[in-house]
């Protein structure tokens, strides 16, 4: 078997992503037989060598890949210091101990579709922000928002407490009736609540939460609290992922996928919906300076 990088031998085993292999490379907390490694460029033959971490031998799993539907009510994460019950409890100990790990978050109430991984790199891929891998939510908010206020999600919303603004989002299907509202929105990015907190800078609350896709893999009709293997061809687009040195011009729109019905929540729309389209912004792009709205 030919020689690998050490720090790709170690995300390609599900123990983290290659940066952080690096950086556990460069501390000294690496270890090849009984060898301390300390630099980035060492190779290994994989089936001859032997590697440690904290004297925690790496080994690679056979590798999974897998979508779950999260319901509201489940901690995104692989155990919980209170109790409280983790996607980890929807799946069979069989997955769970090839050791698959969320790539990216959902909050605990929010619903959608998450990928497991125990591949380090391709985790990285879906998270990092340089990959501008595009989420796509369906939200319903409290009030109708305004045209100024659309305007400002499709150039980015200034978020105080980080001192930063989000990259542009793109809008699509906007439906009212009651004096409410529901949409979906796409973003390149996976800040902690962030579609939350977008709303929340321009005077709106979300009131329902679901996450729909995350780059060509989509929810479909998987039920709550369900898992399916992901194709071929789906692992195949994440990894095929790479990161973008231009983003899409604003007022950009996918009229085929504003054509198609937004999911619902728990039964039928209101009587009386209208829809409109709400146009896009570009999927990613690079920053821009801060400034506040």
Known sequence: MAKERLQKYIANCGYCSRRKAELLIEAGLVRVGDTVVRELGWKIDPEHDSVFIHDERILPHRREVIALHKPAGFITSTHDTHERLTI???????????????????????????????????????????????KEYYVELDREPSRSELDRLRRGIYLPDLDRETSPAELLDLRTAGGRASLRIRIAEGMKRQIRRMFEAI??????????????????????????????????????????STGRSAGTIDRRREAAASPERGGDRPEG?????????????????????
């Open 88 to 134: 980890m409890d929807l799946l069979p100990r069989r997955i769970a101990a090839t050791g698959v790990l969320p790539a990216g978050r959902l909050d605990l109430e929010t619903e959608g579709l998450l990928i497991l991984t125990n591949d380090g790199d391709l985790q990285h891929r879906i998270t990092h922000p340089r990959y501008e891998c595009v």
């Open 203 to 244: 005077g709106m609350t979300v009131v329902y939460l679901k996450r729909l896709s995350i780059g060509e893999v989509q929810l479909g009709d998987l039920p709550r609290g369900e898992w399916r293997p992901l194709t071929e061809a789906e692992i195949a687009s994440l990894d095929a992922s790479a990161p973008s």
């Open 273 to 293: 919906a209208s829809r409109s389209s709400t146009g896009g912004g570009r999927r990613g792009g690079s920053r821009r300076s801060r400034r506040r709205p």
